[in-house]
């Protein structure tokens, strides 16, 4: 609540809503992007939705020039994270299994070979997360 009493203090002393934008998204949207990936697919469905009404309200309030919700930081911050772990310079680059061979393609398949999953907690961490939902 501090925050959002501070970002309310700016509006008070005449930012232009640009401004106010480019404020809004370089300490709110940063601080929600910031674990996104890690702890995005464990929110459940009343902490997701107190998010997405805090972003309409900003949204609403002239904080944000379009309506931002958990869905599309989700997959946008997990698009981007997963497309950079395929280098293999990138640190987290060990932490994806093992490519499998195809010896056909009948259509667009993972190329990883798919971990078990017995648990719904080891389904929802970030690389399995990202596997099985096709980011």
Same mark, same amino acid.
């Given at each position: ?18 401004? #106010? ?11 929600? *992007? ?12 009343? @902490? ?18 379009? %309506?931002?919700?958990?869905? @599309? #930081? ?20 060990? %932490? ?9 393609? %009948?259509?667009?398949? @993972?190329?990883?070979? *798919?971990?078990?999953?017995?648990? @719904? ?15």
């Amino acid at each position: 609540m501090q925050l959002v009493s501070q970002i309310f203090n700016l509006f008070g002393h005449g930012i232009p809503p640009d401004k #106010l934008n480019i404020i809004f998204r370089g300490i709110v949207v940063a601080r929600i *992007l910031y674990a996104m990936p890690a702890w995005g697919p464990h929110l459940n469905v009343a @902490q997701t939705s107190r998010i997405n009404s805090f972003l309409k309200r900003a949204y609403k309030c002239g904080f944000s020039e379009k %309506l931002l919700t958990v869905e @599309q #930081l989700l997959h946008s911050s997990a698009t981007c994270l997963f497309n950079k772990m395929h280098q293999s310079t990138n640190c987290l680059h060990n %932490l994806l299994p093992s490519v499998k061979a195809l010896e056909y393609s %009948l259509r667009n398949s @993972q190329a990883y070979s *798919l971990p078990q999953c017995k648990y @719904q907690l080891f389904k929802m961490s970030f690389v399995n997360w990202c596997l099985f939902s096709n980011v």
